[in-house]
């Protein structure tokens, strides 16, 4: 079952809500988003998806993914698909770093691998654990008081879990921020204030500070491991790590140092669903619980996350994501959709989609 053909696809994501907003006054309204399909020579044919969130948010952006691809396509001609370890090996090889850029194909080969044995990917990746997977809502950056109005409204379609967006260098209308959200929650609700490296050390502490009377993860208040640590050391609440998390030695590293409580697992950050397992079964044994997700994305990219997500046991599974239900494109059919706060992985064979040709348009480029 070998690689014959790499075909490539741009598709744009534009947000329902307009714009999305998170520290340092970073903002996007339309998502750049990469689609790849793999064609075998047995008839099989896989499809995966990358999306950074922007060029100014992790070390990875659009074109980046497909100038990527371009450079690491022939090197696959010919492999066999299924066998993703090897795979991996010849992405990395031809490519040193940048993981992103290989995330899509490694997702479009386990596609293909479900279908050959007739799996889904859960299943393949360690099973279904539950009926479900909870899912959280992130609010976008805004005023204290258009925050807070939007709780009732991400409730009313079933979300129970509030990741409000700070991270600016006015500590009080953080702390505002985060006064004013906990203010509309209910018994049940989780509020995370996600800062995505927004905050100098300083600032961090002042915002702890200022919120020890709510109940609120704080989530990646500094841009470098040892500040969030050194934050982390002086909080006595939950505490998230996002982007300092980008594979293995990280995670060993804030493990042995207790450095969090949560950690996001995002796909793309570590290169595709292969190494995102890894940094998932290594979260199992060590007992630390996560939020499975990526960068951003449309409906191939929300089923691989679902499939991550369904496969991990539920006690460990803190929250994921439905990027479907942010964007007004719909670039495949058979995605999970939210329901009432949750989704589940499809049953169908591979990630169980079909992507919709008259959204992809041609192919930008193809390898064979």
Request: glycine share 10%.
């Amino acid at each position: 079952m070998n690689i014959t053909r790499i075909s490539v696809y741009q598709v744009d994501l534009p947000l329902k809500e307009g714009s999305y907003h998170w520290s340092g006054g970073k903002s996007v309204s339309v998502f750049d988003s990469t689609v790849v399909r793999i064609d075998t020579n047995d008839g099989y044919t896989g499809w995966g998806e990358v999306c950074p969130l922007g060029p100014f948010y992790l070390p990875a952006f659009g074109q980046g993914a497909r100038a990527g691809i371009y450079e690491i396509g022939p090197h696959l001609i010919g492999a066999p698909a299924t066998e993703i370890a090897r795979i991996n090996r010849r992405m990395d090889v031809a490519l040193k770093g940048h993981p992103y850029v290989k995330s899509a194909i490694d997702m479009a080969c386990w596609d293909i691998l479900g279908k050959a044995a007739g799996m889904p990917v859960c299943e393949l990746l360690g099973g279904r654990f539950g009926e479900s997977v909870q899912l959280y809502r992130a609010i976008s950056q805004e005023s204290p008081e258009e925050m807070a109005a939007k709780v009732s409204g991400y409730r009313d379609e079933g979300y129970r879990r509030f990741q409000l967006k700070v991270g600016c260098h006015d500590v009080d209308l953080d702390i505002a921020r985060i006064h004013a959200v906990a203010a509309e929650l209910e018994r049940g609700d989780i509020l995370v204030a996600d800062a995505n490296t927004g905050w100098l050390k300083h600032e961090a502490l002042r915002v702890c500070q200022g919120v020890r009377d709510v109940d609120v993860y704080i989530e990646q208040p500094c841009a470098t491991y040892d500040e969030c640590r050194a934050v982390r050391a002086r909080w006595d609440g939950p505490f998230v790590l996002d982007e300092n998390i980008d594979g293995l030695d990280p995670l060993l590293r804030g493990h042995a140092e207790q450095a969090m409580d949560v950690v996001n697992i995002k796909i793309s950050k570590f290169g595709g669903l292969t190494k995102a397992r890894q940094a998932r079964d290594l979260c199992v044994e060590m007992g630390i619980a996560m939020t499975l997700e990526d960068s951003w994305g449309g409906d191939i990219i929300t089923a691989a996350i679902a499939h991550l997500s369904h496969s991990t046991p539920e006690e460990l599974r803190f929250t994921a994501t439905d990027f479907n239900s942010y964007v007004t494109v719909s670039n495949a059919t058979g995605a999970p959709q939210r329901e009432n706060g949750t989704m589940k992985a499809p049953t169908e064979p591979g990630l169980g989609i079909s992507p919709r040709t008259e959204v992809l348009g041609e192919a930008l480029f193809e390898i064979e």
